[in-house]
């Protein structure tokens, strides 16, 4: 196909349905764009060094603006001409970064910007270093199923699906930049079938976690307590940040960049809460709550699960931090809270509100959610202290 490429017409350049598809400018001969079936878009030219037909790669649209690819295109064309053209000096697609390379440059220009859970992808990325020294363009689909078998066969299947979520991303962001041409990934499917986890703790759980958190001290002590009373996410409480409280009025502020939807969350602290921060001491010079250096925040769960669990007896069902948030939930739910308040005290899209009414209803539900979890923190208050009253009850008998 060939036609006289403008800006609009590049962007209106639809994704390939089954290949790439290519387009020929008529102002410049020889340049042309190739259309990916993720519609990426990438500018190539056509010249005939010595006689020999040669593709020479010149960059992704719109990093590279059309402008600059029609001059690009006319340089290479008056080198061939005058018989300067220099292999050396062309971008050739056998020039591409390793994938060792890429990780870095992917976490930097992509996942830190968009994810706030990117350390977490990086380290998963990692999982792949047997291929780093691999060109990225070379990497088959095979190879990257061998990691995942691997990966299985190290009796942690559910990392596997983590795995290949990360290199989607990865392989993705290089067709979008034009690194590559197709994703070697795009037909892998999640090699293990997830079950979602239904795990609510009980009260002699929550009773004895309670308990460890007095034996914990700050940071962790407290950090949990509050987890178990907010039932909002570990990240968001780990990270929470002095200039986010106005404990006069208790309440809490999650700005947009520190929520998974990015949008505002407003916590009403219970008074159980507000007390436990008003016990903390304030490190100089420092924004985070929780934290051991000043500088970030606290860091190390899977340590802390590790102390956690010894207080807890033999053959406990296994748990996880964000069953505390599932637990939340149920509670609230037993004490008689409507479904959309607790998702309203979770930050959660769960389809009770949706469509139309979810665009449209920007109420908070402020004072139910501060009812809510004050309910809430009564009762996990009870659950904690029930043992202390029925000991009490055994002494003066």
């Given at each position: 196909?060939?036609?006289?490429?403008?800006?609009?017409?590049?962007?209106?350049?639809?994704?390939?349905?089954?290949?790439?598809?290519?387009?020929?400018?008529?102002?410049?001969?020889?340049?042309?764009?190739?259309?990916?079936?993720?519609?990426?878009?990438?500018?190539?030219?056509?010249?005939?060094?010595?006689?020999?037909?040669?593709?020479?790669?010149?960059g992704p649209y719109p990093v590279v603006s059309l402008a600059d690819a029609r001059r690009r295109a006319m340089e290479i064309a008056r080198d061939v001409e005058l018989g300067e053209f220099d292999k050396a000096s062309e971008v050739s697609e056998a020039s591409a970064l390793t994938l060792g390379e890429t990780i870095p440059k992917f976490i930097e220009l992509h996942a830190k910007p968009n994810t706030k859970d990117w350390k977490r992808t990086e380290s998963v990325l990692h999982r792949f270093d047997g291929l780093k020294d691999r060109p990225i363009d070379q990497i088959k689909r095979q190879d990257v199923s061998k990691v995942?078998?691997?990966?299985?066969?190290?009796?942690?299947?559910?990392?596997?699906?983590?795995?290949?979520?990360?290199?989607?991303?990865?392989?993705?962001?290089?067709?979008?930049?034009?690194?590559?041409?197709?994703?070697?990934?795009?037909?892998?499917?999640?090699?293990?079938?997830?079950?979602?986890?239904?795990?609510?703790?009980?009260?002699?759980?929550?009773?004895?976690?309670?308990?460890?958190?007095?034996?914990?001290?700050?940071?962790?002590?407290?950090?949990?307590?509050?987890?178990?009373?907010?039932?909002?996410?570990?990240?968001?409480?780990?990270?929470?940040?002095?200039?986010?409280?106005?404990?006069?009025?208790?309440?809490?502020?999650?700005?947009?960049?520190?929520?998974?939807?990015?949008?505002?969350?407003?916590?009403?602290?219970?008074?159980?809460?507000?007390?436990?921060?008003?016990?903390?001491?304030?490190?100089?010079?420092?924004?985070?709550?929780?934290?051991?250096?000043?500088?970030?925040?606290?860091?190390?769960?899977?340590?802390?699960?590790?102390?956690?669990?010894?207080?807890?007896?033999?053959?406990?069902?296994?748990?996880?931090?964000?069953?505390?948030?599932?637990?939340?939930?149920?509670?609230?739910?037993?004490?008689?809270?409507?479904?959309?308040?607790?998702?309203?005290?979770?930050?959660?899209?769960?389809?009770?509100?949706?469509?139309?009414?979810?665009?449209?209803?920007?109420?908070?539900?402020?004072?139910?959610?501060?009812?809510?979890?004050?309910?809430?923190?009564?009762?996990?208050?009870?659950?904690?202290?029930?043992?202390?009253?029925?000991?009490?009850?055994?002494?003066?008998?």
């Amino acid at each position: 196909m060939k036609q006289m490429l403008t800006t609009k017409s590049l962007d209106a350049m639809p994704p390939a349905t089954t290949k790439r598809y290519e387009v020929r400018d008529q102002k410049v001969n020889g340049l042309h764009v190739r259309v990916s079936t993720t519609g990426a878009k990438v500018f190539y030219t056509l010249v005939r060094p010595n006689g020999s037909r040669r593709r020479i790669k010149i960059g992704p649209y719109p990093v590279v603006s059309l402008a600059d690819a029609r001059r690009r295109a006319m340089e290479i064309a008056r080198d061939v001409e005058l018989g300067e053209f220099d292999k050396a000096s062309e971008v050739s697609e056998a020039s591409a970064l390793t994938l060792g390379e890429t990780i870095p440059k992917f976490i930097e220009l992509h996942a830190k910007p968009n994810t706030k859970d990117w350390k977490r992808t990086e380290s998963v990325l990692h999982r792949f270093d047997g291929l780093k020294d691999r060109p990225i363009d070379q990497i088959k689909r095979q190879d990257v199923s061998k990691v995942l078998d691997g990966i299985i066969a190290n009796g942690t299947p559910t990392r596997a699906n983590r795995a290949l979520s990360a290199i989607k991303k990865l392989m993705n962001w290089c067709v979008m930049r034009g690194d590559i041409e197709t994703s070697p990934v795009a037909l892998l499917r999640p090699p293990t079938r997830e079950i979602p986890r239904d795990r609510v703790l009980n009260d002699d759980e929550i009773r004895m976690i309670w308990h460890h958190c007095d034996v914990e001290g700050y940071p962790f002590g407290p950090f949990l307590k509050l987890l178990m009373m907010t039932g909002q996410r570990r990240a968001e409480v780990s990270d929470m940040r002095w200039s986010e409280l106005n404990l006069d009025e208790g309440i809490w502020e999650l700005p947009a960049n520190r929520v998974k939807n990015a949008r505002l969350h407003i916590v009403p602290l219970p008074d159980q809460a507000v007390e436990i921060l008003h016990s903390l001491h304030k490190f100089l010079d420092s924004d985070f709550v929780f934290t051991t250096t000043g500088r970030s925040a606290i860091s190390g769960f899977g340590r802390l699960k590790e102390r956690v669990d010894t207080a807890l007896p033999d053959g406990t069902a296994d748990w996880r931090f964000h069953d505390f948030r599932r637990t939340a939930s149920t509670g609230m739910a037993k004490l008689g809270v409507m479904p959309h308040v607790i998702d309203a005290v979770t930050n959660h899209k769960s389809g009770v509100v949706s469509g139309v009414g979810a665009t449209y209803n920007r109420y908070t539900y402020f004072n139910e959610k501060r009812e809510a979890l004050g309910l809430w923190a009564s009762e996990v208050t009870r659950i904690a202290t029930k043992h202390l009253e029925m000991n009490a009850v055994k002494t003066s008998e």
